[in-house]
């Protein structure tokens, strides 16, 4: 049994959950002060998802757990190397994470007004940096066999790594717009909806435009065109994403939704595809390249996780199933007069 | 500052301030629980309004714990590469198996006991309480894992030039990891104790929802008493396993620097690193301090000035932070069975209230200082033994953690400040008239 394959893809799946799941969230935070125009309206949209998106985010507290027990040179390097990417990631989601709760606790416009913001900002800035890293990662990162970082925040800022952030952007928008299709309805609920139709195009531009740079600024088609098989995985994302807009067309949100998730999915699996065995290459030099061959954890350590994760991951999977289900109703004013909720 | 020094400094301060609100979590979690189960039986509506007004209180905390936890997380990658790249195999799958099997728990039902009252039965919804209680203290435990085995590394072997897992069965059950859990969770009890019965405090001195207040009291009562026992219990077997694992952190904390037989504690002491002796040490107590480290009152006790200076941690922190941990854990058992004695009586007890509200707090104060002995008292390890803090650091720039610093700093005051406004503003208005 190849254990080192089996965490990689499982690394992978993490981080697809993890920006299938908490990318709706971070959509509807950052569509919140464009399409919410009341205070009632604001309530609804944080309603949607305030009972998800705690649950959700615990994906990426997953993923990272993930790098750091199956490939721990991996975590170390880049955590150290993306250092002050991940603290502004990591500020931006804190303020995200308690501007749900405080916000609705004082009945103050002034009060309202900042956490607001940080809704905003926590959930634009990761939705782009996480776009922004994941780019980086994909043509290389320049560090050296010590795991020093020869560059600076400015240097993720490249253009293939921005036009990476406005995919990612573009995607959770989207995701996070049909979301609220889903679950609210009358005004809200056509504003969400035009929007979900208007990023559609633009995701469909930024994806091609991603595509094609991903041909010239990495290697990530090497390994597709080694296993021409594979590009059936490239064929199903970009399917997905063409159905998204045929299920906005026929109104029909949660089938749009899906799509999208696997739209979302797949675009992560394009990339981490392309990358195997790269956890993280170097830009520097390709001696330097983290890989799950030289940077993982002992066979013991990779059995137990794996056992773990077998009998935990369904259960979680299942539970989270439940609670999805308890909420797929759209919000009503009476959801939103409890004590309390948000 | 070297990126060493500002890396410890960044995570004591982010992992203290995580730590206020991490115990009331895991206290209050069992508490609102028990409070909804008794309302699901019994159906008295007072419980009802309990759960809800104490519920709120855990709700704020909660929301702060949890954003800040993910800090301490990334830490180990983003400031201490070398130790993530040196002990993950262990360490690393510690935090992996947490967030697996109990942060998902807590974070989903923490979401579904929210907005889930009209959703689900009562009972259900009673279930669900549980399941965050469970799940957070869960949490807790895989943490206090993998923090023992930074304290007390063992199950591992040295291969491949890093730290690798051989029995991950004695890694989970050691007996420094069962002492902690039991400490750590104890004293989180005494400290939702004694916030219950500050808060129920400030309301019964106003003589209002008086009935409320006083069955929520004594419910502090309990907890204050019964985990602060616990704890002085549990305090002393840990004492003789830190004597016996960890000697040079004992002789720390009592700042004893020559090795001794029968040896006393002193009620007053001053440390002199420099000279390696106490400054001043008066009222001694012979034999304590031999029977405290090993059950017997004659025993030897290791003092600092046997081990090499370079490996000795600060002294003088370690010392008082013991002292006054100590000293507010007993002064919690004597003030618990006092208001266990007025328990019936509380209107009547004005003086005990007044106590009992400025005392909130104390077991915060105790709890940090616990952590203070725990992880001062580890250096210059950051794991016992095996490797050194100064070389687990990560290659990146004392400017980087400057600004994050800063950063953290600036939010952290944010959120305190705002998180216990809040709690603050709830707290005094207390139990909303309509649900109770």
Known sequence: MDLQLIWFFLWGLLWAVFFMTDGFDFGVGTLYPFIGKTDEEKQTMITAIGPLWDGNEVWLVAAGGVTFAAFPLVYAVMFSTLYSALMLILFTLILRGVSFEFRGKIDDPRWKRLWDTCIFVGSFAPALLFGVAFANIFQGIPFDGEGVYHGSLLTLLNPYGLLGGVLFLLLFLQHGALWLGIKTDDALQGRATRVAAMVWPLVVVAAVLFLVASWFQTNLYANYLAHPALFSVIAITVLALLTVRVFIARKAWFKAWFASALTIVGATFFGVIGLFPNLFPSSLDAAFNLTARNASSSPLTLKIMLVVAIIFVPIVIAYQAWSYNLFKHRVAPADLAHDETY | MDVVMLSRLQFYATSA????????????????????????????????????????????????????????????????????????????????????????????????????????????????????????????????????????????????????????????????????????????????????????????????????????????????????????????????????????????????????????????????????????????????????????????????????????????????????????????????????????????????????????????????????????????????????????????????????????????????????????????????????
């Open chain 2, 17 to 436: 301030f995580h730590f206020l609100f991490v115990p009331l979590t895991l206290g209050l979690s069992w508490i609102v629980a028990y409070m909804e189960t008794r309302y699901v039986r019994t159906g008295d509506e007072t419980y009802l309004a309990m759960t809800k007004f104490w519920g709120k209180v855990f709700l704020i905390n909660f929301a702060v714990g949890v954003v800040t936890g993910i800090t301490l997380e990334f830490q180990f990658g983003t400031n201490w590469s070398g130790y993530s790249a040196y002990v993950g195999d262990i360490f690393g799958s510690l935090l992996a198996i947490e967030a697996t099997a109990a942060f998902f728990l807590e974070s989903t039902f923490i979401g579904i006991w929210i907005f889930g009252w009209q959703k689900l039965s009562k009972k259900a919804h009673a279930g669900v309480a549980w399941l965050v209680a469970i799940g957070s203290n869960l949490s807790a435990v895989w943490i206090l894992i993998a923090n023992s085995w930074m304290q007390h590394p063992v199950g591992y072997t040295i291969r491949n030039g890093r730290a690798e897992l051989t029995d991950f069965f004695a890694v989970i059950t050691q007996e420094f990891a069962v002492l902690q859990i039991i400490h750590v969770l104890s004293s989180a009890f005494v400290l939702a104790g004694f916030l219950i019965m500050g808060i129920s405090a400030y309301h019964l001195l106003k003589k209002q929802h008086v009935d409320f207040f006083s069955r929520s009291f004594r419910i502090g009562i309990v907890c204050g008493l019964v985990g602060s026992l616990v704890v002085a219990v549990e305090g002393d077997f840990h004492a003789k396993d830190v004597t016996e694992k960890q000697p040079v952190k004992l002789a720390a904390m009592e700042s004893l620097w020559e090795t001794t037989r029968q040896a006393p504690i002193y009620l007053f002491a001053i440390p002199d690193e420099e000279n390696g002796r106490n400054a001043v040490e008066i009222l001694p107590i012979p034999g304590v301090l031999s029977f405290l480290g090993h059950g017997d009152f004659n025993a030897e006790v290791q003092g600092l000035n046997d081990f090499p200076r370079d490996e000795r941690p600060p002294v003088l922190l370690t010392f008082l932070a013991f002292r006054g941990m100590v000293a507010l854990g007993t002064y919690f058992i004597l003030i618990s069975i006092y208001a266990f004695i007025r328990r019936n009586k509380l209107l009547e007890s004005p003086l005990l209230l007044k106590i009992m509200l400025f005392s909130i707090p104390l077991p915060y104060i105790a709890i940090q200082l616990g952590w203070v002995v725990t992880e001062l008292g580890r250096q210059p390890w950051i794991v016992w033994g095996m490797m050194r803090t100064s070389d687990a650091v990560s290659p990146i720039a004392a400017s980087q953690v400057i600004t994050t610093l800063v950063g953290f700093m600036l939010v952290y005051s944010l959120l305190g400040f705002a998180g216990y406004y809040l709690i603050f503003r709830h707290a005094k208005k207390g139990p909303s008239l309509e649900a109770a």
